[in-house]
């Protein structure tokens, strides 16, 4: 196979995916769906003048997943990923899904099978793993250069509410709204994960509340979500996510020759693209300071350029088209990782719920396990909770009166008069992870 044909789900976070499909060596694009017509029509304008014509284009995902393709990108919203890609596998197609995998355990022990069973390739598209700093940290540590891991802090701290217009345009129930404070919890702890390769197997979660600037714009979750937890070596994550005032993406791990971290943004020192390593041979005894700090050059970091979030979004496809193409030493981030990223954050949240107990994080790899959790739907999303649904924080969920979301769908609007009546154009143009409104 010289170059897999894909297709990809979701005009507007899918603009990235998309834009790699056209420039890539070893995939080409030949279909886009996206249930909004102008998103399609952007797509279409802009490939045209780009000199591609030969990608066919679907409104709904019925008609799209029978394209002769080999592969899809699933690029819509984030509490929908899992049915699209049980549908995409059954008709025999690859799956590259966004974040996050799933909602539930029911979910996930469906997306398990659903990849055994059709012996598929699925990668999940975790990009943070792949930023500089935290990829050098892998090769880093499969290297020996920490020892064995210890303890690990990592952040993803993003101030959404003055986007948050042009995220939800005011919908109630748009599912950002209505996710709990550790929902979206891969960006931080997935770099950890990768980098050591452990299984996390407990985990205890914390919430703050929630506060006005959240509550004013139509969000019904807690501030941020603390996720502790304990991985299969003994060693510790303590991880954070939310929309705490200030932005922060950060890593940093010990071990016992040491420890390695990525900078600090308000150091204005590249932030994620800078790597500290302090480690030595000394497993800690009696070792001098041994401080190296450099920005990593990646392999193939020239053609990343205008890519999003630190070029990452090239690896991610990259290795997920090298990965088909049978390539041994495609990197991509599969099921059971994807999962291990995904149920600390979902299994804090039953923690917190109980008044803060340790849960025990189940084994999915163990089929027997599988059979525990294969009918649970509990989550925030009443569309597939049922009789299980979770409140949003640990308080409830909050009632937010309507006039709060028709006042983010005026400024919606208002912001759409500037783009010349499509505010949201501003989302395709940059390809941005923080534009998810797009898609099915």
């Known amino acids: 196979m010289e170059k897999v044909r894909i297709g990809v789900l979701g005009a507007y976070r899918g603009s990235s995916m998309i834009n790699y499909c056209k420039r890539a060596s070893n995939a080409e694009l030949v279909a886009i769906c996206d249930k909004t017509p102008e998103a399609l029509e952007a797509q279409r304008a802009r490939a045209e003048e780009e000199g591609h014509t030969n990608i066919a284009y679907y409104d709904n995902f019925e008609d799209f997943i029978k394209h002769d393709m080999d592969a899809v990108v699933l690029a819509n919203y984030a509490t929908e990923h899992a049915p699209f890609a049980i549908k995409a596998m059954k008709a025999g197609k690859h799956v590259y899904s966004e974040c996050l995998p799933v909602q539930n355990m029911k979910e996930a022990v469906e997306l398990i099978e659903t990849v055994e069973e059709t012996g598929k390739i699925y990668a999940f598209g ?111 994550i303590k991880a954070i996510n939310g929309n705490l005032y200030k932005d922060s993406v950060w890593y940093s791990i010990y071990g016992s020759k040491g420890r390695m971290e990525s900078a600090r943004k308000d150091a204005q020192a590249q932030y994620h693209e800078r790597i500290y390593v302090n480690c030595d041979e000394f497993q800690g005894a009696y070792g001098e300071e041994n401080i190296e700090t450099y920005e990593p050059v990646q392999d193939l970091a020239g053609e990343t350029q205008g890519f999003g979030h630190g070029g990452s979004d090239f690896y991610t496809m990259y290795n997920f088209a090298e990965k088909i193409k049978g390539n041994p030493k495609a990197d991509i981030v599969d099921v059971y990782e994807a999962l291990d990223m995904f149920l600390p954050g979902l299994f804090a949240y039953f923690s917190i719920l109980d008044g803060g107990v340790p849960k025990e994080i189940p084994n999915l790899r163990d089929k027997a396990v599988r059979d525990l959790w294969r009918n649970n739907t509990a989550c925030t999303d009443p569309k597939v909770a049922g009789d299980m649904l979770l409140p949003t924080c640990k308080t409830g969920t909050p009632d937010i009166p309507d006039s709060v979301y028709a006042h983010v769908e005026e400024l919606w609007h208002a912001e759409a008069e500037k783009e010349d009546g499509n505010y949201r154009a501003k989302a395709f143009k940059q390809g941005s992870k923080e534009y998810t409104g797009g898609g099915e």
């Open 126 to 236: 975790e990009n943070y793993c792949y930023m500089a700093a935290p990829y050098e940290m892998k090769k880093l540590y499969e290297q020996g250069k920490l020892g064995e891991f210890e303890y690990g802090e990592c952040e993803y701290i993003h101030n959404c509410i003055p986007i948050w217009p042009c995220l939800t345009y005011g919908e109630r129930d748009h599912w950002r709204n209505n996710v709990h404070s550790c929902f979206y919890c891969t960006h931080s702890i997935g770099p950890i994960i990768h980098i050591t390769g452990l299984k996390p197997v407990s985990v205890t979660g914390f919430e703050t509340t929630m506060n006005e600037r959240m509550l004013s714009n139509g969000s019904k979750t807690a501030t941020f979500g603390i996720q502790m937890i304990t991985l299969e070596n003994g060693g510790i």
